[in-house]
């Protein structure tokens, strides 16, 4: 029995390219994304430096911009379940684009605010819209597998947008930043050309007709039959399904993760260890690079429930185990917290990607495909709430109480994981026991959430 030759490594590095959606988002991701690096690399000091914004006011301009995107990824998956979500799509992500661009005119902090706050509800809506098209352009292990493609050409662009924006931080002229504002108003902009290639079939199907309500004459009464229609929708709804509802908190907690690295760590590092400052980047780098190396590989498979919930707790160990060692590089040599610091940084970072991949799975399993648009808008409106507490959060626990507070934290991210463990067992054996569409004894096949899809 002769075994299939393996594919060389760069045809397997272009397979996922072949899919004609997937190919429009990674290549507009690809060419976005290096905007947006280039601006995370700049906006503080943007602010500081040429806009002239005190330090606590930089930090409400950036905590509402995080909450302008809670409502708005709802509204994003709301209307990709309603409207073209193509069109919505290259509609926000020119908004985008455009706003970017805004803030080389932003003198004060009124206009920062506003700003700001619009440029993160459309990015926002944006990536739940994206996350709808994913939804519907793929099933199974493809569609989780399309999210770790994405996130991987994410992480690519955004360092290569890092370097770019460094070099207005070496220049720290205000017609270099501005400059390289702009940059990244116009990557985001070339993005855009690549997303009219996406084909129509992305946008929702159009809605089934319902059975008109005659009245006692034969005539069809219009406003009833409006009325059952909308309440066959409203039977669809994440707001009436507990467990994704539970789900999407859970996972909103565990992705307060990302504060540890972009906040917790390096104000840890500078204020209660002997490491140098620039194990900071060193830290980002190692990250970057795992996230780069293990995200398409380790979310393989997740698209099954078990597995989801089982990295799901791999993730929470880890993140938990993370915490811990942190902590533990206070009051070592600088050599030493240099080492501890690391070795909590990788754990960090396989646990951030085995988390992405496991909420990924269950984010589109558990969830209602009548609504799918919908259902991905709620989830990344989770995410968004926990963006936004997770500076607060970080600082109230492992910044002020040192050992005691970083304890808490570990705690915290083991209960968020295996409680989505839990959820993804008992969605699991739920999947497992439920009869198969039109098996005997069925009158009607029944329509169910993405738990009984994956066990089919």
Known sequence: MTTP????????????????????????????????????????????????????????????????????????????????????????????????????????????????????????????????????????????????????????????????????????????????????????????????????????????????????????DVAASARAERIALRAHSPWRDPRYLLLTLLTAVFGMQFAVTNIGVPLWVAHSTEAPAVVVSAVLILNTVIVILFQVPLSRGTHDLRVAGRVSAIAAWLMAVACIVYALSAGLPAWGAVAVVLGAALAHALAEVLSQAGGWGLSYELADPVRAGTYQGVFGMGYSIGAMCAPLVVAATALEHGLAGWGVLAAVFLASGLGTWAIARSAARSAARAPAPGAEGDDVPVETGGAAIAST
Do not use: K
């Open 5 to 220: 030759a393996r594919l060389p490594l760069l045809a397997r590095l272009l397979a996922p390219l072949a899919d004609p959606v997937l190919r429009a988002l990674v290549v507009a991701t690809l060419i976005s994304r290096v905007g947006r690096g280039i601006f995370l690399t700049v906006t503080v000091l943007y602010f500081t430096f040429v806009v002239g914004l005190p330090a606590h006011e930089v930090a409400v301009v950036l905590t509402l911009a995080s909450a302008a995107g809670v409502l708005s990824s709802f509204a994003g998956g709301w209307l990709a379940d309603r409207i073209s979500a193509r069109r919505l799509l290259i509609g926000l992500s020119i908004a985008d684009g455009i706003g970017l661009v805004s803030y080389v005119f932003a003198g004060d902090f009124a206009a920062a605010l506003v700003i700001a706050m619009l440029v993160g509800a459309v990015e926002q809506g944006a990536n739940a819209t994206r996350s709808a098209i994913i939804a519907r352009a793929f099933t199974g292990e493809a569609r989780v597998g399309a999210r770790a493609v994405l996130r991987t050409v994410t992480n690519v662009s955004i360092a290569a947008g890092s370097g770019i924006g460094a070099l207005a931080l070496a220049l720290g002229t205000p017609e270099a930043y501005r400059t390289t504002i702009v940059l990244a108003g116009a990557a985001s902009l070339l993005g855009v050309t690549q997303l009219v290639r996406l084909p129509r079939s992305v946008d929702a199907p159009a809605p089934r007709a319902s059975r008109p309500v005659t009245t006692a004459t034969g005539s069809t």
